[in-house]
T-cell receptor, first 115, second 114 residues
């Protein structure tokens, strides 16, 4: 596609429910990143995929968070038993992984609100 | 460990004046440095990056940044600010090991006053 797309754009859920966020990267981009942006907190790295594997999961805040990527393309970030502190904008980015200097292209984000 | 600092949460500049958004970094080895911008209600966009070579990097929308190895800084600059430059700016650093994650600063909100 023309850019990174994310769905849904907004998600309101009740505390304790599970949510699934989707990221569709730019075609041909094998590197995919998930970030969380909370008010006043900047960008918090969550997880990085190279193809379908995740060499760096160090940013996942708890075991309630998981992510997968299949077919080297679409990725889903799942948050189980959501808590109010999970409320944030979740951003996805993709890049060509030819080197660490690759520019990341960001999607519009999913705004998650946990009531 | 890698880190990046943006010491100013907010910068106010009058339209037409030069602007500077500060960024300092800490990384073992040579860094890759990036600036991204987030306009209101829009996603992050790449502005410019330093990989190697000339310390002065020019990017989108008339922005430039200077890599200063001795001061471990990568300040973003523009000679003449526009009201439309008002946005949230993020500095980021990464090492040359492609398995290292990119680290973003907390962001600096730039307000250009008409």
């Amino acid at each position: 596609g023309a850019g990174v797309s994310q769905s849904p754009s907004n998600k309101v859920t009740e505390k304790g429910k599970d949510v699934e966020l989707r990221c569709d990267p730019i075609s041909g981009h094998t590197a995919l990143y998930w970030y969380r942006q909370s008010l006043g907190q900047g960008l918090e790295f969550l997880i990085y995929f190279q193809g379908n594997s995740a060499p760096d999961k160090s940013g996942l805040p708890s075991d309630r968070f998981s992510a997968e990527r299949t077919g080297g393309s679409v990725s889903t970030l799942t948050i189980q038993r959501t808590q109010q502190e999970d409320s944030a904008v979740y951003l996805c980015a993709s890049s060509l992984p030819t080197s660490g200097a690759d520019t990341q292209y960001f999607g519009p984000g999913t705004r998650l609100t946990v009531l | 460990a890698q880190s990046v600092a943006q010491p100013e949460d907010q910068v106010n500049v009058a339209e037409g004046n030069p602007l500077t958004v500060k960024c300092t970094y800490s990384v073992s080895g040579n860094p890759y440095l990036f600036w991204y911008v987030q306009y209101p209600n829009r996603g992050l966009q790449f502005l410019l990056k330093y990989i190697t070579g000339d310390n002065l990097v020019k990017g989108s929308y008339g922005f430039e940044a200077e890599f200063n190895k001795s001061q471990t800084s990568f300040h973003l600059k523009k000679p003449s600010a526009l009201v439309s430059d008002s946005a949230l700016y993020f500095c980021a650093v990464r090492t040359m090991n492609r398995d290292d994650k990119i680290i973003f600063g907390k962001g600096t909100r730039l307000h250009i006053l008409p």
